[in-house]
């Protein structure tokens, strides 16, 4: 009896058995997972910029950059006022000229408080009142720390610098004759064999004190008008609200050359014509 052999040749797969491997090849290939997680990945930042743009939506975040935005704008509304007062205050300063007056105030104090005598030219100045002034302009206007003191409080000024100073409140030709002037409290002494002048460190009295009440300039000369104030109520006056009058009113001349003073004049004033013609 004869056996029938087997068949071993390989079975053809279908048309569909093919279609359907190389469809499960496909989907398993890599390369197409890569390409959809790119996908899901872009669909996920256009997730995220949408909440984001939800939060900045958000309005308690938007009334506080409100507020912030108010708070700047009041801010630049107030240094614009206040650079807006600067500049009004420094031009009515500069019309004003407020600085000028009060250095020839200063300049003057020394001649007003020792009250001398209407001049038209500086000989006419007594000895005594160029010695008084020149030592009052040392004590007001300089820095007396380098002077020796005395064993009494008061310091020692050399004669020389008296005769500076006096030059410098009357001009170049100005001479005095070193004597002892004044009493009590305001006295200076004269030491002829040392050279020197012992007075008190600090001024306790004034006879008056200037105010500049007008200024009119001419070339290099300022005619100022200035008024003369009991300085013991000029002290509390602004304090008090009390109105000072003046005891009297002198017209000074000064000369002004490369910011150095020099008094030419001092005129009296007719208080009640110049007031009658509208004057300061």
């Known amino acids: 009896m004869s056996r029938k052999k087997k068949n071993n040749a390989p ?34 930042t256009d997730d995220v910029k949408i909440a984001e743009l939800s939060e900045e939506s958000d309005p308690k975040k938007s009334r506080l950059f409100f507020v912030v935005a108010v708070f700047i704008l009041i801010m630049a509304v107030i240094g614009m006022v206040s650079s807006v007062k600067f500049v009004v205050n420094g031009i009515s300063n500069l019309a004003d000229n407020t600085a000028l007056k009060n250095e020839f105030a200063r300049f003057l104090l020394p001649v007003v408080a020792n009250d001398i005598a209407p001049f038209e030219d500086e000989s006419e100045i007594s000895n005594s009142s160029k010695v008084s002034c020149s030592v009052w302009n040392i004590l007001v206007n300089r820095d007396t720390s380098a002077y020796k003191q005395s064993q009494v409080g008061g310091i020692s000024i050399p004669e020389y610098d ?6 410098e409140l009357f001009g170049s030709n ?28 600090d001024l306790r009295y004034l006879n008056y004190a200037p105010k500049i009440t007008d200024m009119v300039q001419d070339g290099d000369n300022y005619v100022l008008t200035v ?27 000064v000369n002004r050359k490369n910011k150095k003073n020099t008094l030419i004049s001092v005129r009296l004033i007719d208080i009640q014509s110049n007031n009658s013609a509208g004057g300061n």
């Not at 079975?11 to 093919?18: F, G, I, L």
């Not at 050279?195 to 460190?201: G, L, S």
């Not at 006056?237 to 001349?253: H, Q, S, W």
């Open 11 to 44: 079975v053809e797969k279908r048309n569909d058995d093919v279609i359907n491997e190389l469809l499960g090849e496909i989907e398993n290939d890599p390369d197409i997972e890569i390409e959809d997680d790119v996908a899901n990945l872009g669909e996920e």
């Open 162 to 167: 008296v005769s500076v100073s006096c030059k």
């Open 174 to 201: 100005a001479e005095l004759k070193h004597q002892t002037v004044g009493s009590g409290d305001l006295r200076f002494n004269y030491d002829a064999e040392n050279h020197v002048y012992t007075c008190p460190k």
């Open 227 to 253: 008024d003369y104030l009991p300085p013991s109520i000029t002290m509390v006056a602004d304090n008090l609200g009390i109105t000072v009058d003046a005891d009297k009113t002198l017209e000074y001349t």
